[in-house]
T-cell receptor, first 112, second 114 residues
């Protein structure tokens, strides 16, 4: 059974720092992996999607990597800003169906 | 333009009542989903419809009944509401063809059962 874990559960850093959020999954048979952002009381915004055949995806200051064999993905945020404060969720789509299996999220606070 | 919309955004109701949450997407997607996010922030799939047909039905009480009148809509009806149904419910959609099947989410409906 696929399980997704995100570490750390919470992270607080000063503005301007580069940081890494981690996501691990137990079954390497995945179709793709998505990183989402959730602001308090709001919906989920898709940030990056990595196909199982890809190693990384980039969007602006965000870079997501995928190592299927070790069951890991990282989300790298460069030059963090207070507006990056949110909960970041990692979700894996198994090979077999359309559903997403979710991690519990990392709550990120960027201090001005 | 709103891509995935849900109504209502907030719903407060008494135990035992029946309520519905509506979802609409204007992205031309053929697959829609309902997720439940509990107080610990875990998201779990409840249902998924592809071209108006049920393809995923996780272990959800049969008090929850999804209805998809067309590909752009997936509504969730809940009978005999219980305290444990309090959560945020998210609707999402995706396109089953193509490479990514990226899912796009609505803003959520916060259901509080008193």
């Amino acid at each position: 059974k696929q399980e997704v874990t995100q570490i750390p559960a919470a992270l607080s850093v000063p503005e301007g720092e580069n940081l890494v959020l981690n996501c691990s999954f137990t079954d390497s048979a995945i179709y793709n992996l998505q990183w989402f952002r959730q602001d308090p009381g709001k919906g989920l915004t898709s940030l990056l999607l990595i196909q199982s055949s890809q190693r990384e995806q980039t969007s602006g200051r965000l870079n997501a990597s995928l190592d299927k064999s070790s069951g890991r993905s990282t989300l790298y945020i460069a030059a963090s800003q207070p507006g990056d404060s949110a909960t970041y969720l990692c979700a894996v789509r198994p090979d077999s169906n359309y559903q997403l299996i979710w991690g519990a999220g990392t709550k990120l606070i960027i201090k001005p | 333009d709103t891509a995935v919309s849900q109504t209502p955004k907030y719903l407060v109701t008494q135990m035992g009542n029946d309520k519905s949450i509506k979802c609409e997407q204007n992205l031309g997607h053929d697959t829609m989903y309902w997720y439940k996010q509990d107080s610990k922030k875990f998201l779990k799939i409840m249902f998924s419809y592809n071209n108006k047909e049920l393809i995923i039905n996780e272990t959800v009480p049969n008090r929850f009944s999804p209805k998809s009148p067309d590909k752009a809509h997936l509504n969730l009806h809940i009978n005999s509401l219980e305290l444990g149904d309090s959560a945020v419910y998210f609707c999402a959609s995706s396109y089953s063809g193509g490479l990514s099947n990226e899912q796009f989410f609505g803003p959520g409906t916060r259901l509080t059962v008193l």
